[in-house]
């Protein structure tokens, strides 16, 4: 086995890796409506988001930066909890969210569109774009404290809501 050379890289600059993480059960499928102003918004339609991870980090004397399961797991619950839902944006300036008798109302101008509250996820997002939920998952990871303790220096999230449109939110510590 052919040894590196006396003037190779730094020990530091050679053990890190960057990992992607590109499951194909790391999707969702969910309805939306983008919101564009005050008066005009999307018609509420649904996409199969794609999510993918990207994370850069150190290797361990053991040969790994970190145990992959435990990223894949988590971005699998979060897409389980959008599975299926109809996503709407807490923290819109032009949407209000209530609850009225049996169901979730939002109302959008003088439009009021009412769901059942077993098929909406609220989420604390301005609006429901790859882009805001791209930043959701990075909060939801890096906000999880067993996160903290992975030798991750950054992570990059990225949602797709459909081929060839994707956004990314990256963190670094």
């Known amino acids: 086995m052919q040894q590196p050379p006396q003037n190779a890289a730094s020990h530091a ?20 409506f983008t919101i564009f102003s005050a008066t005009k918004r999307e018609n509420l339609h649904g996409h199969n988001f794609q ?11 053991d040969g790994l930066c970190f145990d992959y399961n435990e990223i ?12 299926e839902k109809v996503l709407l944006p807490e923290q819109s300036p032009y949407l209000t969210i209530a609850h009225d008798e049996d169901y979730v109302v ?3 101008g003088v439009e009021r569109i009412p769901f059942l509250p077993r ?13 805001e939920l791209a930043h959701w998952f990075i909060a ?8 903290n303790e992975l030798p991750i220096d950054s992570l990059t999230i990225r949602v ?4 060839g449109q994707w ?3 990256s963190w670094t510590r």
Do not use: M, W
């Open 51 to 61: 999510v993918e991870a990207i994370l850069d980090g150190e290797i361990g004397d």
């Open 106 to 108: 939002a109302t959008f």
């Open 13 to 32: 600059e050679t053990n890190r890796a960057t990992i992607e993480i590109q499951k194909e059960y790391l999707h969702f499928s969910a309805a939306h």
């Open 119 to 131: 098929d909406v996820s609220t989420l604390p997002l301005r609006n429901i774009t790859v882009e």
């Open 160 to 163: 797709a809501s459909g081929p």
């Open 140 to 147: 939801c990871i890096v906000g999880d404290t067993s996160f």
């Open 72 to 83: 894949k797991n988590r971005l699998k619950t979060l897409c389980d909890e959008l599975d």
């Open 167 to 169: 956004a990314s939110s």
